[in-house]
């Protein structure tokens, strides 16, 4: 079964950077569509960015936009989320998942629209 888990959370102040990184096993990424999805507290899933199994079309959240960039290794069977300019409101645990319908159109932040979550790891911006 595939397995994702997610590395590269940390405390960072505003306007650092981070890169997370979605390491898979179990299974090939190289077919399927996957996301970043992010809960800040007391709040729900966000759905930031979506990367489809050849790379060649990406999709983000308008949270997301001119700040992140999804990419992804295939030979690595690794997805990553490049963060620039982080914000407090950036403060969550962001998670990976696969994308249930296998793209990255328009209905991919659906809910529900996900499967094989990691466990999430934790982003904090603070001064």
């Known amino acids: 079964q595939l397995q994702l888990v997610e590395s590269g959370g940390d405390l960072v102040q505003p306007g650092g950077s981070l890169r997370l990184s979605c390491a898979a096993s179990?299974?090939?990424?190289?077919?399927?569509?996957i996301a970043w999805i992010r809960q800040a507290p007391g709040k729900g899933r966000e759905g930031l960015a979506c990367?489809?199994?050849?790379?060649?079309?990406?999709s983000y959240a308008d949270s997301a936009k001119g700040r992140f960039t999804i990419s992804r290794d295939n030979a690595k069977n690794t997805v990553y989320l490049q963060m620039n300019s982080l914000k407090p409101e950036d403060t969550a645990v962001y998670y990976c998942?696969?994308?249930?319908?296998?793209?990255?159109?328009?209905?991919?932040?659906?809910?529900?629209?996900?499967?094989?979550w990691g466990q999430g790891t934790q982003v904090t911006v603070s001064s």
């Open positions: 990367i489809v199994g050849s790379g060649g079309y990406r």
């Open positions: 179990g299974a090939t990424l190289n077919y399927r569509a």
């Open positions: 998942a696969t994308v249930r319908i296998n793209t990255c159109g328009s209905s991919w932040r659906q809910q529900g629209a996900f499967d094989s």
